[in-house]
């Protein structure tokens, strides 16, 4: 599950797009699964509809099926950057 959203980056005109996923119950956001990750977005999406950033996150928020964006930014475990290949520990 997850959501997408616009961010606002300082020092730039509009929002980069911000993808939210929920990793499915003891799934691992690995540098081999993040690589794999960044590899299928580069190769399925045109480049103007590849997120920015993604926000991976380990548990459910609020109640089921929740999709709010704002729940998304809060609660998060994983930052990554697929264009530049990196991820933090949030």
């Given at each position: 599950?997850?959501?997408?959203?616009?961010?606002?980056?300082?020092?730039?005109?509009?929002?980069?797009?911000?993808?939210?996923?929920?990793?499915?119950?003891g799934?691992?956001?690995?540098?081999?699964?993040?690589?794999?990750?960044?590899?299928?977005?580069?190769?399925?999406?045109?480049?103007?509809?590849?997120?920015?950033?993604?926000?991976?996150?380990?548990?459910?928020?609020?109640?089921?099926?929740?999709?709010?964006?704002?729940?998304?930014?809060v609660h998060?475990?994983?930052?990554?950057?697929?264009?530049?290949?990196?991820?933090?520990p949030?």
């Open positions: 599950m997850g959501a997408v959203y616009g961010v606002v980056v300082p020092n730039t005109d509009g929002k980069a797009g911000m993808a939210s996923l929920l990793l499915k119950p799934a691992v956001a690995d540098a081999a699964s993040l690589a794999s990750l960044f590899e299928f977005v580069g190769r399925e999406l045109p480049p103007y509809a590849q997120p920015m950033f993604l926000r991976i996150r380990t548990r459910e928020v609020g109640g089921e099926h929740e999709q709010s964006p704002i729940s998304a930014r998060a475990d994983l930052l990554a950057v697929p264009r530049v290949g990196m991820s933090l949030l």
